[in-house]
């Protein structure tokens, strides 16, 4: 969902942030006075850590598995398209060359036009205009021997497959976190940063720096989790990589 720049400008927003926070405590409520209060501190920052922790284990956990799962489906999706042209070359020579013609054409729009259009959370009318096609031609195909009804049922099996993949994919591209578990944790985070910045610490300077490196941490999981939970967005983000392979196996078949 966020490009490079944006990521490290986030980062560079929180960290300063917290900082500012850190400073500006430390002149409001000086550390001398705050010390006494360290035990309190300490457990609020216990509890809370860990409670923030879960949560941001488990939402690092679900958004890597939500990507893996997209990332697996538009191998699939590659994959069932590359069976249907290897199903097609039982039918007849008009329909086979056909559905191959469409199939190489989808694989292609898919790497030059929907990919580039997923990343604005868009689809590409061109790819379902093709689908249709390719439902059109396939169910149109008629058969003169068994062995053709046989590669004729294969191919709408996959072609089938295919659609599911491609429906799911497109489900996928416009998924995201919903807005209360973003509140839990941007809520959470403060929390923890404003609670580092009221521990009393006798040396300013390792507070800061303690301070900092938490800051830092969470920015990164904050911002790793924002890229990942869309997995068709952002620096992170499923790649073309399973239809350029889909590309090279059309290339090289025998028609």
Not at 61 to 75: C, H, K, L, P, S
Request: hydrophobic fraction near 50%; charged fraction near 15%; aromatic fraction near 8%.
């Amino acid at each position: 969902m966020l490009n490079i720049f944006e990521s490290i400008a986030l980062i560079m927003v929180i960290v300063v942030g917290s900082m500012t926070c850190l400073w500006l405590i430390h002149r409001i409520w000086p550390s001398e006075q705050r010390r006494k209060h360290n035990d309190l501190i300490g457990w609020q920052m216990s509890v809370i850590g860990t409670t923030y922790a879960v949560i941001i284990g488990f939402m690092l956990y679900a958004v890597w598995t939500n990507f893996q799962v997209a990332d697996g489906n538009a191998g699939a999706e590659a994959n069932s398209l590359v069976n249907v042209a290897r199903a097609s070359k039982g039918l007849a020579a008009e329909a086979r060359t056909r559905i191959q013609s469409l199939v190489s054409d989808y694989v292609n729009v898919m790497i030059t036009d929907e990919w580039p259009a997923m990343d604005r959370i868009q689809i590409s009318p061109k790819s379902a205009r093709i689908v249709e096609q390719l439902w059109t031609t396939v169910t149109n195909t008629e058969t003169h021997s068994a062995s053709q009804q046989a590669s004729l049922s294969r191919t709408l099996a996959e072609l089938d497959d295919m659609t599911q993949h491609r429906r799911l994919r497109l489900l996928q591209v416009t998924e995201g976190i919903p807005f209360i578990l973003w509140t839990v944790l941007i809520v959470g985070g403060a929390i923890m940063i404003v609670s580092a910045c009221l521990f009393g610490s006798e040396e300013f300077k390792l507070q800061f720096v303690q301070v900092f490196m938490l800051s830092v941490l969470l920015s990164l999981a904050l911002v790793s989790i924002a890229d990942i939970s869309r997995p068709f967005q952002g620096a992170v983000h499923v790649t073309t990589e399973a239809f350029e392979h889909a590309r090279e196996t059309l290339d090289n078949m025998n028609p």
